[in-house]
C-alpha cells in the first residue's frame, strides 16, 4: 500500500512523516499567511527522509477567515485560526494529487485535542474516508494519531530533537510571531518534552 501524507510542515504532520515514513508528502498553499514557513519546514523533513515532496497552489485566501488569513475571525469561529471547511478542502485537494501518484491511503495529522474544529474530530475523519472510498479510486483516509496528543505523537514517533526543530507551527506568517494558539501550543509541547523553546 502507497501511502501520502497531508504535510503542513507542523510539529503533527513532521511527527507522524518520521513515524509512519509515506511514499509522499503532499503541502498544499491554499493563501494561508504562514504558507512560505510551511513549505521549507516540510521540504526540508521530506528531503531528510527521501519522500516525493509535492506542493499544490491554489489561492483561496478570499474563502479564509481568522490567523491562517490575516483577517477577523467569522462569529461562529470556534478559535482564532479557524477557516471554514479547512479540512475538508485540503483532504480533497491532497487526495486529488494522491490518486494521481497512485497512492491508496492519505494520512492527516488530527489529533485526539483537535476537537475545538469539528473537522479534526474521529467522526468527521470517518465520515470523510466514507465519502472518498465512495468515488473512483477509493483511497482510504487515515488519521493515526486521533487518539493521541502532541506530546504522545512526538514521543511515539522518536523524532530527534534536531529534526522536530523544523517545525513550523506559528498560524500568523512565514516566522514564528510567538503569541498565536499554533506558537503556543508549540512552546507548551517543547516544553513538556522538555526540549526547551525554539
Not at 509535492?54 to 478570499?62: F, G, P, Q
Not at 516566522?175 to 503556543?184: E, K, L, S, V, W
Request: charged residues 15%; hydrophobic residues 45%.
Amino acid at each position: 500500500m502507497t501511502e501520502a501524507l497531508l504535510l503542513s510542515g507542523g510539529m503533527d504532520s513532521i511527527a507522524i512523516a518520521w513515524w509512519r515514513r509515506p511514499a509522499i508528502g503532499i503541502t498544499i498553499d491554499y493563501g494561508q499567511g504562514p504558507a512560505p514557513g510551511e513549505i521549507r519546514a516540510a521540504a526540508a523533513v521530506a528531503d531528510q527522509l527521501g519522500m516525493q515532496h509535492v506542493v499544490i497552489r491554489s489561492d483561496l485566501s478570499a474563502l479564509g477567515s481568522g490567523d491562517l488569513a490575516g483577517a477577523a475571525p467569522l462569529e461562529i469561529a470556534p478559535v482564532r485560526e479557524w477557516w471554514p471547511f479547512r479540512n475538508q478542502m485540503l483532504v480533497t485537494l491532497a487526495a486529488m494529487k494522491a490518486i494521481q501518484l497512485n497512492a491508496d491511503k492519505l494520512l492527516i495529522g488530527c489529533l485526539k485535542t483537535d476537537g475545538a474544529h469539528a473537522d479534526g474530530t474521529p467522526a468527521f475523519v470517518s465520515t470523510l474516508d466514507a465519502l472518498l472510498r465512495l468515488q473512483e479510486g477509493s483511497i482510504k483516509l487515515e488519521a493515526p494519531a486521533i487518539e493521541l496528543d502532541a506530546v504522545e505523537l512526538i514521543r511515539t514517533s522518536s523524532i530527534p530533537q534536531e529534526v522536530l526543530a523544523w517545525a513550523h507551527s506559528c498560524h500568523v506568517g512565514e516566522y514564528a510571531c510567538g503569541y498565536c494558539r499554533g506558537c503556543h501550543k508549540h512552546f507548551t509541547t517543547h516544553s513538556a518534552l522538555g526540549l526547551g523553546a525554539y
